[in-house]
């Protein structure tokens, strides 16, 4: 009898090690096993957003100009030159690469020249322009940031003839001017610009205020500037 109840017994301690040591195992083996990373997620990069001209802008400018005046009563024709700074506005569209655009710009300017003594008698004729504002259109290929252009239209400005001791003749006259230039767009909403125009201011008289019987004096000139521009 006692035999018989010891096998069973000794049956159920041998599971009872066994399922200890199969438990035990588990749990080592649970323990060993590393957790998985966290999964990082990557933010998407920003959508490209392609440059553009279109807009309003605003800016300054500052440069040189020469040319030459005639005044056809001595005769007499002689070199002009001297120094502009101002500013300019204007609105660009862009339509694929091509860039229309509408500007207008206003300038002091310090222009001067004079005949000799020998075609103007015992003074010096002289002619000077004090002012030079601009309407022009600008159509341009942009190549991304960069935009090369033409321009052209009106020109104001005036004529100043001075003959002393006679008081001369100030005039403002309109006129015509074209040109081009080149414009860089840096970042965010500031541009640089080189540009060249040709002005030809026509003609005003100035006869018995200068001491001529008829006198004509005209004034072209060639400018050359840069200028800085914000655009909205």
């Known amino acids: 009898m006692k035999a018989f109840v ?6 159920l301690a041998v599971a009872g090690i066994a399922g200890t040591t199969v438990i035990g195992t ?14 990082v997620t990557k933010a998407p990069p920003p959508a490209y957003v392609p440059f553009t001209w279109t807009g309003f802008y605003v800016g300054i400018n500052g440069g040189y100009g020469f040319g030459r005046s ?3 009563g001595l005769p007499a024709t002689f070199d002009v030159k001297g120094g502009l700074a101002g500013g300019q506005l204007g609105y660009n569209w862009q339509f694929g690469q091509f860039v229309w655009g509408l500007e207008g710009d206003g300038d002091w300017t310090n222009l001067r020249g004079h ?3 020998l075609n103007c008698g015992t003074t010096l ?7 030079l504002s601009t309407v022009r259109g600008r159509f341009g290929l942009a ?5 090369p252009y033409a321009t052209g239209g009106l020109a104001v400005g005036n004529i100043k003839s001075v003959a002393p001791p006679l008081t001369g003749d100030d005039k403002t006259n309109t006129g015509w001017t074209v040109g081009g230039g080149l414009e860089y767009s840096l970042a965010t909403n500031w541009s640089v610009k080189a540009e ?3 002005v030809d201011l026509g003609k005003e008289n100035c006869s018995i205020m200068c001491g001529l019987p008829s006198n004509n004096v005209s004034l072209t000139t060639n400018v050359v ?3 800085i521009n914000y655009h909205f």
């Open 6 to 11: 010891s096998a069973p017994a000794a049956a």
């Open 26 to 39: 588990a749990s080592a083996a649970d323990l060993a096993r590393k957790a998985p990373p966290p999964v």
């Open 70 to 72: 005639k005044w056809d």
């Open 115 to 117: 005949a000799n003594a």
């Open 125 to 131: 004729c002289e002619t000077r322009n004090d002012f």
């Open 143 to 147: 190549v991304d940031r960069l935009l």
């Open 196 to 198: 060249y125009l040709w």
């Open 225 to 227: 500037r840069g200028g």
